[in-house]
């Protein structure tokens, strides 16, 4: 057997081992250690707090730079140190670049960035029309109604540097995504979405950043699934990596058809995903394996 087909298979049989395990283990996920305390650049985090009240599979939640190494979390203690901070430095540029043919940039309309200060707190967030939006789609309508200009592809790197750039403005602050109102349709989509079995794995998100955090598949140790540090660089692909893409390559892993970024399904999994983390701080650019 080729040394590639093997690790699928190792892969395979060990995410396996999580489905058959299903939710019995759910009460024994080990909590990560708790004498590590994330300060960015000298400003404390929330990395651990209580679960909030419509999260009953969950009785605390842990920021994902817990489950990380040593040499990991202190990446993210510096923005010098900070890969992922290069894309957010190009984020800032451009919200000043003219473009499109209204002769406009983000900051005609929004002014100095730092007007953006807890607009990563809601995200995502429905729009006076109704619709669920996620960070990405709100950039593009403002490039396409606003600027004249092409709209970004979601994960590409001039998208995710804005993103970047935008959230960075609420770091520090907790999450606090709407569930209720206008948002509670698709928040209950997002939650039916996550605790549901997908391909031929038969893994929901559950079983892993539920039943299972804190343990290992192979080298990767598994933490609660948190979206407060995303956009998120990722050492193994050397660049920032959008939420929707994460969820794709996990629906992947399961060896089944996944959703397109931006989709109604992936949008209404950022709502649930993200209120499960309501209360831990924005991280602005986290870094992960």
Known sequence: MKRTQLKTVL?????????????????????????????????????HTKAPKNIPGLSEIYSGWLFRSPSTQQMETDDIDNPGMTGEAMGETEWTNVDGTEGKSCASCHGDLAKMKGVRTHMPKVNKDGVLWSMENYINDCRTNRMGAKPWKWSGADMQDMVAAISVQSRGMPMDVQTDGPAAKYWKEGEKM??????????????????????????????????????????????????????KGCIRDTRAHTYAEGSPELTALELYVASRGNGLSVEGVAVRP
């Open 11 to 47: 892969a395979v049989a060990a995410v396996a081992a999580l489905a058959l395990a299903g939710v019995a283990r759910a009460d024994e996920a080990m909590a990560p250690d708790m004498s590590k305390v994330l300060e960015i650049n000298g400003e404390k985090m929330i990395t």
């Open 194 to 247: 996550y605790y549901t079995r997908y391909g031929q794995l038969q893994l929901s998100c559950a079983n892993c950043h539920e039943d299972h955090y804190g343990d290992n598949i192979r080298a990767d140790h598994l933490s609660q699934g948190q979206i407060n540090g995303f956009p998120t660089y990722r050492l193994k692909t050397g660049k920032l990596t959008s939420i929707q893409n994460r969820f």
